[in-house]
């Protein structure tokens, strides 16, 4: 006690009795405790040397003990059907996506987009950590590069269009880059299905609109030639549909539809391409794919873009456009990785969004060195490649004293399978052994690089020749398929079909019935209101920062949604996790 009241005294009086600035100080800290202070400070900046890059190197850690079954688990019939599904299903909406690119900036050409989907093919099925991502040209990037276009030639004197390209991409990539190391993936955490759900309505409308958008600029080349165009259109949707619905009825052999649900969208696509070399179609003269030469690239430039040589104004232009490109990937392409990994799908092996962010900037850099579109993460397209892969088998029977069994049931097995087409059931132990649910799914790196190195394929001159015969209609009816396929999963089209549909036909145990009919109102209304703005801006001049509304869902989902009359159960009805704890164990778990 004495020690401890006289250090007190000793200090004041030390201050007191310091009268001249030349009076050494008597209140310095000892040795021992500036030695301590040193310590703790040279542990804090280790501690924060040891976060930089942590993401990064778990991701790479988890993964690397898989990499070979990555590889020997392709030896599965599975991964044909989903290599032959998810290559016209990336390849021709990606070509179609970049017709108004192509023919705006006169800068690219269908070879560029092939280089672009093989090359993200490659090197995230051979060096990602996330295989089952399917990465390729999207809508919106072809969104992105036309806005610079048309920026670009309001000045009056405008910089090389490609060299511009270059430094954006560049970057981006650098951003990508910093967000992998300092570990900002841990942000999809905050990510739920209520950003999913309103980004994958609007991409499901992007995709219904260009297949109109493709309709109608065949008018130019003649009426019957559009006419020829919107039958081969229509030909295509309802042969997709017809394929998916026979997959879901109890007809035919379980192999039969299997196959239905497997093949049925190539066969129809193929079937409407013929039709228009069929009897008095030939004589329309429809619209078709424009092919170029065997890899070469638009106009016979060199693959190579001199970036560099940009004029130095332009550099520091070019980086707010890198800021919103990599505000658009990092949506996009994660939320694209979760909706692949959904909660739907069983999957064993560890996801990597920090390191396969990394690999984006990589692509991202690249694309602007050989002068193509930058891939990403393509969202339709996102679970199509998983669901293609599930293995399906019979539940476990369990509590078989009660003579039942809960689980997650699918009662046939189908070609589209989202998170909401599972019904919960019980049923009788003495139920038809058809039943069958998901049981694996085979996660491997093969179906990415195969459906890869076809587009690489397809740039010989003979495939090219077959490739330029593809009707421009029936394009737009992949898009249609493709679109309204995605909407049915969605989240949004789920509750408002809930909305209109009569409750004594809707069963007991429905979730939505727990939600008051005003507050699901509400709920639907916000991601409506978050399309709608997200939409409309991309119908206008300003369309190049829609990446930034699109980032804008998640603080209205995490700060403004809650302070709403929702209670705790209705939002854990209305909203959840996109994608499984196991998932989302790479960025920090989910809240």
């Known amino acids: 006690m004495e020690d401890g009241s006289r250090l007190p005294t000793r200090r004041n009086s030390s201050v007191a009795s310091r009268d001249t600035p030349f009076d050494a100080p008597t209140d310095l800290p000892s040795p021992t405790g500036l030695s301590n202070t040193l310590r703790g400070t040279m542990r804090t900046i280790c ?75 490659f090197v995230f099925s051979v060096f990602g950590a996330q295989p089952l991502t399917i990465a390729g040209v999207t809508g919106p990037i072809t969104v992105f590069n036309k806005t610079i276009y048309n920026i670009l030639t309001t000045q009056s004197d405008p910089p090389n269009y490609l060299h511009f390209v270059g430094w954006v991409y560049l970057w981006a990539a650098i951003i990508h880059w910093v967000t992998a190391v300092l570990n900002w993936c841990n942000f999809l955490k905050y990510v739920t299905l209520f950003s999913c759900d309103t980004f994958g309505f609007y991409v499901s409308w992007i995709y219904l609109q260009y297949g109109v958008q493709v309709i109608t600029r065949q008018f130019s080349a003649g009426f019957v030639s559009a006419t020829v165009g919107i039958i081969l259109a229509i030909l295509m949707v309802l042969t997709s549909f017809i394929f998916q619905s026979l997959s879901q009825r109890p007809y035919f052999h379980r192999i039969i539809r299997q196959f239905f649900a497997d093949y049925g969208m190539p066969i129809s696509l193929v079937a409407a391409s013929a039709m228009a070399y069929w009897g008095r179609f030939r004589s ?68 990597g969004f920090h390191y396969d962010f990394f690999l984006l900037g990589i692509t991202t ?35 078989e004293e009660n003579g039942y069994v809960a689980g997650r049931v699918d009662p046939v097995v189908t070609p589209h399978l989202e998170k909401r087409e599972y019904e919960v059931a019980a049923y009788q ?53 493709m679109g309204a396929d995605a909407l049915q999963g969605n989240g949004i089209t789920h509750k408002l079909l809930y909305l209109i549909r009569d409750k004594s036909l ?50 209205v989902r995490a700060l403004l949604v809650p302070r709403l009359p929702f209670t705790p159960g209705e939002l854990s009805i209305l909203d959840g996790p996109t994608a499984s704890p196991h998932t989302m164990e790479s960025v920090g778990g989910s809240l």
């Open 47 to 121: 501690s924060r040397l040891a976060f930089v890059g942590a993401g990064v190197f778990h991701d790479v850690k988890a993964r690397l003990p898989w990499y070979l079954s990555d590889w020997t688990d392709a030896w599965n019939y599975r991964v044909i059907p989903a290599v032959a599904l998810i290559f016209f299903s990336n390849v021709l909406p990606g070509i179609a996506f970049s017709l108004d690119l192509i023919e705006t900036t006169n800068q690219y050409g269908i070879a560029e987009v092939l280089v672009s989907t093989f090359m993200a093919a």
């Open 284 to 351: 329309a003269d429809v619209v078709t794919l424009p092919v170029g030469g065997a890899f070469q690239a638009a106009n016979g430039r060199p693959w190579l873009v001199k970036f560099w040589e940009l004029d130095g104004k332009w550099v520091g232009i070019a980086l707010p456009f890198g800021i919103i490109l990599w505000i658009l990937f990092f949506f996009d392409h994660n939320v694209s990785s979760l909706i692949a990994q959904g909660s739907q799908f069983p999957l064993r092996k560890p996801p």
């Open 365 to 399: 850099f690249i694309a602007g060195l050989i002068g193509v579109p930058a891939p990403n993460g393509l969202i339709p397209q996102a679970p199509i490649h998983t669901t293609a892969l599930l293995v399906m088998g019979p539940p476990a029977r369990d509590n």
């Open 429 to 481: 132990k003495d139920a038809p052994r058809s039943i069958e649910i998901p049981v694996a799914v085979v996660e491997q790196r093969v179906s990415n690089l195969a459906q890869g190195a076809l587009c690489l394929v397809l740039l010989t001159g003979p495939l090219l020749h077959i490739l330029g015969l593809i009707p421009r209609g029936v394009i737009a009816g992949l898009f249609w398929f």
């Open 506 to 555: 809707t069963a007991a145990d429905e979730p939505l019935r727990k939600v008051r009919s005003s507050r699901l109102l509400l709920f639907v209304g916000i991601q409506l209101v978050g399309f709608g703005v997200t939409f409309a801006v991309t119908q206008t001049v300003a369309a190049i920062a829609f990446p930034v509304v699109i980032l804008l869902l998640v603080p």
